[in-house]
Nanobody, 119 residues
Framework: VQLQASGGGLVQAGGSLRLSCAAS????????VGWYRQAPGKGRELVAL???????QYADSVKGRFIIDRDGAENAFYLQMNNLKPEDTAVYYCNVKAADSSLFLSDYWGLGTLVTVSS
């Protein structure tokens, strides 16, 4: 599974950005998709996780501001980020948990896209 993330950039505090991640490959079944981020000097943290439209999970710091969504038909998923804050500045990584034809579950990562929020 290959993941291609896009949509990062520079935005002022209070602004919005929409990150996209497209999954490609063959013989895989996506079980969950998520977005993680890593700020300078910090470890990678979970931002949002999508198991189904009725089962999503968000970091406390982004609840009410970020929305994760998935387009199953296109194997793409998104992170809508609203009311951005300088502390949201980080490299954002998309992640897919997918099973192959043998039902073996693996994690796949995109290369990351930089989000910079200026104050």
């Amino acid at each position: 599974v290959q993941l291609q993330a896009s949509g990062g950039g520079l935005v002022q505090a209070g602004g919005s950005l929409r990150l996209s991640c497209a999954a490609s490959g063959s013989d895989f079944s996506i079980k969950a998709v998520g977005w993680y981020r890593q700020a300078p000097g910090k470890g990678r943290e979970l931002v949002a996780l999508f198991m189904s439209r009725h089962n999503t999970q968000y970091a406390d710091s982004v609840k009410g501001r970020f929305i994760i969504d998935r387009d199953g038909a296109e194997n793409a998923f998104y992170l809508q980020m609203n009311n951005l804050k300088p502390e949201d500045t980080a490299v954002y990584y998309c992640n897919v948990k997918a099973a192959d034809s043998s039902l073996f579950l693996s994690d796949y990562w995109g290369l990351g896209t930089l989000v910079t929020v200026s104050s």
